[in-house]
């Protein structure tokens, strides 16, 4: 078992090389709960300053529902994110959390900083949601 290779794995969407050469880049996260089917949309930002504008939204659903790990399998996430693909670190992220890609949404195999797709806050609850270290994750996500 990889964290890295399962969650790109996971994050099924093609792969898709292109940049419009700006470092801004803005997604958005619906969060479908699976009971009530209410949805709930979350932007993202580079802006941010939690990381990928992927990783922005995931983190503002999360902390929603108070970093809840019993509460997170209550949703289905997919991601939006048009103006670029999701670097290999932020669709490794993605996939092990579950999330699905939306429509016009690549990844990419390019690294483009751990630190953007795994800030300390969204690092620990995937450390509880997988049951695994910190290290564990770091070193598997940045191999």
């Known amino acids: 078992m990889s964290l890295f290779s399962d ?15 700006i470092e801004a880049c803005q997604a958005e996260l619906q969060a479908t709960h699976n009971v009530t089917n209410n949805t709930t949309s979350f932007y993202g930002d580079t802006k941010g300053l939690h990381g990928h504008a992927e990783i922005d939204a995931v983190w503002q659903f999360l902390k929603s529902i108070n970093w809840d790990v019993q509460e997170f399998p209550n949703y289905q996430l997919t991601i939006t994110c048009k103006s670029k693909p999701c670097c290999q670190y932020c669709a490794a992220v993605l996939g092990n959390l579950g999330v ?3 429509k016009d949404t690549y990844k990419i195999k390019k690294a483009m ?3 953007y797709a795994l800030p300390p806050d969204v690092r620990k609850f995937l450390c509880k949601l ?14």
């Open 7 to 21: 969650g790109w794995n996971a994050f099924v969407t093609d792969i898709k090389d292109f940049n419009d050469g």
């Open 100 to 102: 699905f890609a939306g």
């Open 113 to 115: 900083g751990v630190s």
């Open 130 to 143: 997988l049951h695994t270290t910190e290290q564990k994750v770091l070193d598997e996500l940045t191999a």
